[in-house]
Each structure stands twice: as structure tokens, then as C-alpha cells.
């Protein structure tokens, strides 16, 4: 007869609890502990880079180098068990059966010393795909969501936590839900935009579909990571309550209530002078008394000594541990630091016990939940030596998430391209898969730190692509570097333009870690200019009077007002993972049709518009006022096709609302081309007049829908009156009585004339548990 704890006809709470009662103080602490099996070696100095590309040593992790040098052993980490085991796939280039056998050694041998032969929970980083030697690459997120199709994020994500799952691997460390407030933050390439309602949408069906293949989904950085001064990784957030409450925390409640996030990770950067590791009005009143989050929360890397280091709020990392826990922390990662003192601080009355078991519990509830305290579980069984991570399923969804997130900017008729045409392909990124890869896929992540250009898997390049389709070989030149170039280099390129039909100009970023790349982690700009000498090189090619078909390949967005009127085209990739280079000529050949709508506006100059456009009238064009004007030249929301759409006969289902009611909003979609194609079809609300500042125009729903020639649909958003709330004077979230704006349109900037709807009544404080969605009706006409 089986001990409760390991009996899995028991709710897990109940084994939970019999099994805390039974383990001692260390026991308890060392499930809260992570360790990092990871080869230092593989870190020695790189050969000098190749010209034009930064230098790629780098950590993977922020100070990982000086966290390495006190951390404590193997040995000692897991004197007493453990709590999770850092990346054994995802720090070295491992093959699977390597890195499932690395697996299985490390778990057996926790499990001799571990109280009750409690294993340890693998956890993975995962946002590009797994991050292993040989995994798929996908696009990165901001690509997700500039394909607004959250069902193939969700379907994208099954797949990856499908590879996860079957190699051993209990939990990702994705997605961000970081909503970007300035356009020069290094990680723009990571998340999934600016504005809540994408961000939230987006990254909860991540979070649907990573945890459908039973692996735990990790939202991070909770919260407002990416709204630092100036947009420098880990600085200080400047940003108050209603901001926050507003912009930064909609898309982790989404991701707890709608998407049952099982775990959440913090933001490394203070906001207002308090980091959100020691922050207990975040970690816990707002994660859990509010919103009812249930699961674990998992430290960024070092985020806990960070408070001692780095914040400086705690003397010495005993007090760090304390404050953390107390604040509702509950698993440091990636390896023990300051929780390997939480012993003393409990002596020293820092910290309780009872604080104690209530972070432990929570960690064997989900080991529990995981299976991995059933009596059937072993380390052998759990984990495929013979697992294909680049199958054709996943080739054939990273396909689709990159053909339908490409964006087409401007087309003056220059597109689709002839095959038959002369073309001369110039600038860096035609002739360097890795730039279609985000910081954290595993060429980028672990093996460009060597210096080298290996991938670990079969990537076409864009210049191969172009190869195939045109008839004639192009004349290749690279002009520039992504960060370096001569004059010889751009003059050379523009002697090949002027001597061909066409010029198509590649330009973009390089994604890398800590200043290793143009794009990634750590990676941080001080204007929104094209990289290095790029922008040059564009000049130069332009300058010879040659059409230029511009495709940008990019992490971020950057400045094109200086450029775009001469363009005959314009098309923006947000690093579109290992089947780019198709995606992208596919819409270049015209054999795809693009869909892809911006998630992020596409600023017009390099300083004026490091914000977004969620901004109230003095955040917008303001004559008289200032002389910088804001607006962006294309808009959020804004992408072309090779068809045309119409919006046409908005109406509402009524003209006025109670506080707490809903009204419905229809549109008509068609299709007045001469082709199939896929509309994107934005709702929009304004507040013409409210208590508190608010911004000109948010979007709070959205469909995409695709469209024979000539095919109608029509669309019905049902608007709950939550969905019109906001904080207040008083910090209350409030619907206010009055009149509120709904526009349907194509981008924050092109929208049909806006509709009223009078809200009446008395002013409403909504609880928690608002509705967060706008439902979407699509009836074909």
C-alpha cells in the first residue's frame, strides 16, 4: 500500500502536504534550488569576428561569468534533493540521445540523495522553439504576432512543448508578455509588441498550447521589463500605478485567467524604486489575491542576488533569500544562491518557516501535477533518445507562421517581380541565415559564441532562394556588414545596381546576446537608425536611380522616412525563423499573397517616436505645442496586399449600455480584388472624454479572416462594458458613464468613422475577474 504523497488517486494538494510534513528544513530549502550543469570551456575566447558582424563571445545569461566563479557544486546542490535542473539541453551543443542520457545521469543521481526519491523538474528556454542543437527555429515572437493569428501560435506552441515533453523537459521559460513601451529596448525581437490586447492574446494561446502537450508555461517578465529609461536592458522603470495597471499588467492577468499559466517569472528592472523579486504587492496581492495564480513563481537568472548586487536592497544574500520569499518567490534559477542561505535567515528570524512550506508546497503540488512523484515515473521512461526535434510538422508550421508574418510596407507595382528580371541582391543579411533567428534560437544562443556561423540544422539562406527563382543568377554583394563597412565596400554595391532592373537591398539585424548583436538581449540602441553603416548603403543604392525593392529583416522596427519615398517597395520581416527565406521571396515572386499587419509601428524618424501609440493627445501631433512631430510613418496595425479590402456598413447593436452590459458592433469585410487573400480587421475604441487622461484610440479586438475574390463576411464583435474600463482618479477600475467611440479599421490610423455608444448609469467599480476578450462572430455572406 502506497504512502499518500505517492498515491496519484490523490489530489495533489493532499500529497503535497503529507509530503512536506515529512521532510526537515534543508530538505525543504534544496526544493526551491536549481542547478547548472553547463561547460565553461565552451565560453574561451572567440577568433576576431568576420568584418561586419559584432563579436559573438558573450554569456548567455546576464553575469553569468561572475555568478560562476562563487556558485555552489554540483555536489552541494544537491546534498539534499533538488528542485529543477537548468538547460541540460540548452547550454552546449548536445545531440538528443547526448542530452537525454546528460538527462537521465543527472536525474539518478539527485534521486540518491533526495528525500523520498523526489526528482528534480527539468525547465528549458523555448520561445524561438526549443533551444537544443537541432531544434526547428521558428520565427521569433514579435513575428507571431505580426501574423495575428493567434490559433497558429497556439498550434506552434503545441508542437514545441510536444518536443519538450517527449525529450524529458517539464517546463519552458516562455512566452514574454512584455508589452514594448520604447522601440530601442534590445528585446522588441521577443515580444509580441506594443500594444495589451495583441500581447495578451498572443501570448496566452502560447500558453494554451505549450501547456496542451503537458509542459509548463513560464509568462515573464513580470513586470514592466521592457518600459526602462531609454530603453536600456535592466534599467529603472519610471512608470506609476495607473500606467501600470493600464499598459504592462493585461497581458500576465490574460495569460493567469484565460490561459491558466501554471508558473510566472519576474522582471530583473525596479519600477519606482522597488524590484519586483522583493515585491510582495506584486508577487503576491496582485498575482495571486487578485487574480487567483495558483502555480510557482521561477526567479529570472540571478534576479534574487541581483536584490543585493545589483538593487541593493538587501546587505548581504541571506537578507536577499528573505525578501524574496517573503515577497512570494518561490524557485530561484537558474543555480542556488541567495535560498541557499535561507536557512540562516530563518535562524536570524528573517523569514519564517511557515514561509517556507508555503513556497515548497506550491513546487511539489506541480512535481506532482507533472507526474513525477507517480510510482510508474523514472528518468528513463520519461525521456525519447530518438526524438526528431526538426520533424516536418514543425518545419510546415514554421512555414506558415513565417509566410503569413511577413509584412509588405509599400508596393508601387514593383511586386511580384518577374522572374525574368536582372536583379543585383545587396546588403547583410541575403547572405547570413542566422539573421532570420532570434537571440534565443541555439545557433545565436550557445553556438555562435565559438565565433562561427553553425546553425545545427539545414537553413536556406535568402540568396539561395533568390537563386532558384529568378532566371538569370543575381549579382550578389553584401556593400556593408550589419555594424561595419568601407566605402569601397558601399560603392562597390551601388556599381552592381545601376547595372541591374532591379535592386533588392537586404538589410537588418543580427541577433546576439550583451552586445554581440545588433538585436537580443542586452542589445540596446540609442536611435532607431538602420545598423551600422546600412543605412549608407541604402542611400547609395537608391542614389543610382535603379528601382529598390527594400526588405528589412529585422528584430525591431528602425526609421524609414528618409528612405521610403524612393523605395518601389518595402517589406518587413520580423526574423522569420528557418523557412524565411521562402516566405519572403514567396512574396516577392507573388506565389504568396502578404497578410502580415504590424504588431509595432515603423517609426519615421530616428528619435522622434522611441514610444508607441497608445498616447493621448500631447503624446500625439501637437501644432503649436512642440515641434516633434510623433506619428509613425506606417502605423500599428498597418500591412498591404496584393488585394484590396473593404470595410463597409458599421452599425451597433444599440445606441446605449448599462456599466456592466454589452453592446455588439458589426462590419462587413470583402474582398474587391482579383485575388484570395487574408484581411485583418481591427477594433478600435476612443473615450472622447474621461476622469483621467486616456489615449486617442486602443485596439480591444480583432479577426483575421481570409477572403476569396469577392467573398463578404461579416463580422460581429460583442464590446463588454469592461472592456471599456480604466483605472480612475481614486485607482479604482472603473466604467464611467458617458459616450465611448468604436471604429473598425486596418490600422490604429485607418479607421471607418467612429460609431457612439452611450454608457448609462452610475459609475461602476468593476471587481476582479473582468472580461478580458472581445468575442469575434464570422458569418460568411
Known amino acids: 500500500m502506497s504512502d499518500i504523497w505517492n498515491d496519484p488517486a490523490v489530489a495533489p494538494e493532499r500529497r503535497a502536504d503529507d509530503l512536506l510534513r515529512r521532510l526537515s528544513v534543508e530538505e525543504k530549502i534544496h526544493q526551491l534550488g536549481s542547478y547548472w550543469m553547463r561547460d565553461e570551456s565552451q565560453k574561451a575566447p572567440a577568433p576576431s569576428p568576420t568584418e561586419g558582424e559584432p563579436n559573438p563571445t558573450h554569456d548567455v545569461a546576464p553575469m553569468e561569468s561572475d555568478f560562476a566563479k562563487t556558485r555552489l557544486t554540483w555536489e552541494e546542490s544537491i546534498a539534499h534533493g533538488l528542485g529543477q535542473l537548468t538547460r541540460v539541453f540548452g547550454s552546449d551543443p548536445v545531440s538528443v540521445p547526448e542530452g537525454v542520457a546528460k538527462l537521465v545521469s543527472l536525474h539518478?543521481?539527485?534521486?540518491?540523495?533526495?528525500?523520498?526519491?523526489?526528482?528534480?523538474?527539468?525547465?528549458?528556454?523555448?520561445?524561438?522553439?526549443?533551444?537544443?542543437?537541432?531544434?526547428?527555429?521558428?520565427?521569433?515572437?514579435?513575428?507571431?504576432?505580426?501574423?495575428?493569428?493567434?490559433?497558429?501560435?497556439?498550434?506552434?506552441?503545441?508542437?514545441?512543448?510536444?518536443?519538450?515533453?517527449?525529450?524529458?523537459?517539464?517546463?519552458?521559460?516562455?512566452?514574454?508578455?512584455?508589452?514594448?513601451?520604447?522601440?530601442?529596448?534590445?528585446?522588441?525581437?521577443?515580444?509580441?509588441?506594443?500594444?495589451?490586447?495583441?500581447?495578451?492574446?498572443?501570448?496566452?494561446?502560447?500558453?494554451?498550447?505549450?501547456?496542451?502537450?503537458?509542459?509548463?508555461?513560464?509568462?515573464?517578465?513580470?513586470?514592466?521589463?521592457?518600459?526602462?529609461?531609454?530603453?536600456?536592458?535592466?534599467?529603472?522603470?519610471?512608470?506609476?500605478?495607473?500606467?501600470?495597471?493600464?499598459?504592462?499588467?493585461?497581458?500576465?492577468?490574460?495569460?493567469?485567467?484565460?490561459?491558466?499559466?501554471?508558473?510566472?517569472?519576474?522582471?530583473?528592472?525596479?519600477?519606482?524604486?522597488?524590484?519586483?523579486?522583493?515585491?510582495?504587492?506584486?508577487?503576491t496581492e496582485v498575482l495571486r489575491e487578485r487574480w487567483g495564480f495558483t502555480g510557482t513563481v521561477v526567479s529570472d537568472y540571478w534576479a534574487i542576488p541581483f536584490l543585493h548586487s545589483m538593487h541593493r536592497v538587501a546587505p548581504d544574500l541571506t537578507h536577499a533569500g528573505a525578501l524574496a520569499l517573503r515577497a512570494g518567490m518561490d524557485v530561484e534559477l537558474p543555480e542556488f544562491a541567495a535560498y541557499s542561505h535561507l536557512a540562516q535567515a530563518i535562524d536570524a528570524g528573517l523569514v519564517t518557516e511557515a514561509e517556507l512550506d508555503r513556497a515548497v508546497r506550491r513546487v511539489l503540488v506541480q512535481k506532482i501535477e507533472c507526474g513525477l512523484l507517480d510510482p510508474q515515473w523514472s528518468p528513463e521512461v520519461s525521456a525519447d533518445a530518438q526524438r526528431d526535434l526538426d520533424s516536418p510538422r514543425n518545419r510546415a508550421i514554421a512555414r506558415r507562421m513565417a509566410e503569413e508574418s511577413v509584412i509588405l510596407l509599400k508596393n508601387d507595382g514593383a511586386l511580384p517581380l518577374s522572374p525574368a528580371r536582372r536583379v543585383?541582391?545587396?546588403?547583410?543579411?541575403?547572405?547570413?541565415?542566422?539573421?532570420?533567428?532570434?537571440?534565443?534560437?541555439?545557433?545565436?544562443?550557445?553556438?555562435?559564441?565559438?565565433?562561427?556561423?553553425?546553425?545545427?540544422?539545414?537553413?536556406?539562406?535568402?540568396?539561395?532562394?533568390?537563386?532558384?527563382?529568378?532566371?538569370?543568377?543575381?549579382?550578389?554583394?553584401?556593400?556593408?556588414?550589419?555594424?561595419?563597412?568601407?566605402?569601397?565596400?558601399?560603392?562597390?554595391?551601388?556599381?552592381?545596381?545601376?547595372a541591374a532592373d532591379v535592386a533588392i537591398v537586404t538589410v537588418g539585424d543580427i541577433a546576439g546576446m550583451f552586445g554581440t548583436g545588433t538585436s537580443g538581449?542586452?542589445?540596446?540602441?540609442?536611435?532607431?537608425?538602420?545598423?551600422?553603416?546600412?543605412?549608407?548603403?541604402?542611400?547609395?543604392?537608391?542614389?543610382?536611380?535603379?528601382?529598390?525593392?527594400?526588405?528589412?529583416?529585422?528584430?525591431?522596427?528602425?526609421?524609414?522616412?528618409?528612405?521610403?519615398?524612393?523605395?518601389?517597395?518595402?517589406?518587413?520581416?520580423?526574423?522569420?525563423?528557418?523557412?524565411?527565406?521562402?516566405?519572403?521571396?514567396?512574396?516577392?515572386?507573388?506565389?504568396?499573397?502578404?497578410?502580415?499587419?504590424?504588431?509595432?509601428?515603423?517609426?519615421?524618424?530616428?528619435?522622434?517616436?522611441?514610444?508607441?501609440?497608445?498616447?493621448?493627445?500631447?503624446?500625439?501631433?501637437?501644432?503649436?505645442?512642440?515641434?516633434?512631430?510623433?506619428?509613425?510613418?506606417?502605423?500599428?496595425?498597418?500591412?498591404?496586399?496584393?488585394?484590396?479590402?473593404?470595410?463597409?456598413?458599421?452599425?451597433?447593436?444599440?445606441?446605449?449600455?448599462?456599466?456592466?452590459?454589452?453592446?455588439?458592433?458589426?462590419?462587413?469585410?470583402?474582398?474587391?480584388?482579383?485575388?484570395?487573400g487574408a484581411d485583418v480587421v481591427q477594433l478600435y475604441l476612443s473615450d472622447p472624454w474621461a476622469e483621467v487622461v486616456r489615449p486617442l484610440k486602443q485596439l480591444i479586438g480583432y479577426k483575421k479572416v481570409d477572403l476569396a475574390s469577392g467573398e463578404s463576411v461579416r463580422l460581429t464583435f460583442t464590446v463588454h462594458a469592461d472592456r471599456c474600463s480604466?483605472?480612475?482618479?481614486?485607482?479604482?477600475?472603473?466604467?464611467?458613464?458617458?459616450?465611448?467611440?468604436?471604429?473598425?479599421?486596418?490600422?490604429?490610423?485607418?479607421?471607418?468613422?467612429?460609431?457612439?455608444?452611450?454608457?448609462v448609469g452610475e459609475r461602476r467599480i468593476v471587481p476582479e475577474g473582468r472580461v478580458l476578450v472581445t468575442p469575434v462572430r464570422v458569418e460568411h455572406l
Open 424 to 498: 543585383a541582391v545587396i546588403g547583410p543579411s541575403w547572405g547570413e541565415a542566422r539573421s532570420f533567428m532570434g537571440c534565443y534560437s541555439f545557433p545565436n544562443h550557445v553556438l555562435a559564441r565559438d565565433g562561427g556561423k553553425a546553425t545545427g540544422l539545414a537553413i536556406k539562406g535568402l540568396g539561395d532562394a533568390f537563386r532558384e527563382y529568378f532566371d538569370a543568377e543575381p549579382s550578389f554583394v553584401r556593400g556593408t556588414g550589419f555594424t561595419e563597412g568601407t566605402d569601397q565596400g558601399i560603392a562597390q554595391a551601388a556599381k552592381e545596381a545601376a
Open 521 to 676: 538581449e542586452g542589445c540596446d540602441v540609442v536611435d532607431l537608425g538602420l545598423p551600422g553603416r546600412q543605412g549608407e548603403l541604402l542611400n547609395a543604392v537608391l542614389n543610382t536611380g535603379t528601382p529598390v525593392v527594400l526588405v528589412l529583416i529585422t528584430g525591431r522596427p528602425y526609421a524609414l522616412g528618409e528612405y521610403a519615398d524612393r523605395c518601389s517597395a518595402i517589406l518587413q520581416a520580423f526574423m522569420p525563423g528557418v523557412e524565411g527565406a521562402d516566405a519572403i521571396t514567396g512574396v516577392i515572386s507573388g506565389r504568396l499573397n502578404p497578410s502580415g499587419r504590424l504588431p509595432i509601428a515603423i517609426p519615421a524618424t530616428r528619435g522622434g517616436q522611441p514610444g508607441t501609440y497608445l498616447v493621448p493627445p500631447l503624446g500625439w501631433i501637437s501644432d503649436g505645442i512642440s515641434n516633434l512631430d510623433p506619428r509613425p510613418l506606417y502605423p500599428f496595425g498597418y500591412g498591404l496586399s496584393f488585394t484590396e479590402f473593404a470595410l463597409t456598413d458599421a452599425r451597433i447593436s444599440a445606441p446605449q449600455m448599462v456599466p456592466d452590459g454589452s453592446v455588439e458592433y458589426s462590419v462587413t469585410a470583402t474582398n474587391i480584388g482579383e485575388r484570395a
Open 108 to 283: 539518478h543521481q539527485v534521486l540518491r540523495h533526495a528525500p523520498y526519491a523526489i526528482p528534480a523538474l527539468p525547465h528549458e528556454e523555448c520561445l524561438t522553439g526549443f533551444t537544443a542543437l537541432g531544434a526547428t527555429v521558428y520565427p521569433a515572437a514579435i513575428a507571431w504576432a505580426a501574423a495575428w493569428r493567434p490559433e497558429l501560435v497556439e498550434e506552434m506552441a503545441n508542437a514545441i512543448g510536444s518536443d519538450l515533453r517527449a525529450v524529458g523537459v517539464y517546463q519552458g521559460l516562455a512566452p514574454l508578455l512584455d508589452v514594448v513601451r520604447d522601440y530601442r529596448w534590445g528585446r522588441v525581437e521577443e515580444t509580441c509588441g506594443e500594444d495589451p490586447y495583441l500581447v495578451g492574446t498572443t501570448g496566452t494561446a502560447y500558453v494554451r498550447g505549450l501547456q496542451s502537450a503537458g509542459v509548463i508555461a513560464t509568462p515573464k517578465h513580470f513586470v514592466a521589463y521592457p518600459a526602462s529609461r531609454a530603453g536600456r536592458n535592466h534599467a529603472p522603470v519610471p512608470m506609476g500605478r495607473r500606467e501600470l495597471e493600464e499598459y504592462m499588467l493585461p497581458s500576465f492577468e490574460m495569460a493567469v485567467r484565460e490561459g491558466g499559466a501554471h508558473s510566472i517569472m519576474n522582471s530583473y528592472a525596479d519600477i519606482d524604486g522597488e524590484p519586483p523579486a522583493a515585491s510582495r504587492r506584486l508577487l
Open 726 to 759: 480604466f483605472i480612475g482618479r481614486d485607482y479604482n477600475r472603473i466604467v464611467e458613464p458617458g459616450e465611448i467611440q468604436l471604429a473598425a479599421g486596418h490600422s490604429s490610423e485607418h479607421r471607418l468613422p467612429a460609431l457612439s455608444v452611450e454608457i
